[in-house]
């Protein structure tokens, strides 16, 4: 698996403002991803289950921290399911898969 795209998680974060009041704002960082091209049966359950489902990604899964919201290419994704990924060999990285819905 080749980690070629580069992706953006997104988190929401609690703030406080000047006047003290808690506002929700957004972290991004930069990740490595492989775009997988493959449909697994969670996609197909998600479907099923009236989620839209448009593309999945593969991230090692030290660098996901539970983010919700994904950016790839200027396009924003939510993130509807997450799941390990099995390596082909031992040298492979653990993965997680990230399955997106894009946001309209």
Avoid: H, W
Avoid at 2 to 11: A, M, Q
Avoid at 18 to 32: A, K, N, Y
Avoid at 48 to 68: C, H, M, Q, W
């Amino acid at each position: 698996m080749t980690y070629d795209c580069e992706v953006l998680l997104i988190k929401a974060v609690n703030a406080v403002d000047e006047g003290g009041d808690t506002i929700q704002t957004e972290t991004e960082r930069s990740v490595l991803a492989s775009k997988l091209d493959y449909r697994s049966k969670e996609f197909y359950q998600a479907f099923t289950n009236g989620l839209k489902p448009s593309i999945t990604f593969a991230v090692n899964k030290y660098e996901y921290d539970n983010e919700r919201v994904l950016k790839f290419e200027d396009d924003r994704y939510k993130i509807i399911d997450v799941y390990p990924v099995k390596a082909k060999d031992e040298s492979e990285f653990e993965s997680l898969a990230l399955l997106c819905e894009a946001v309209v």
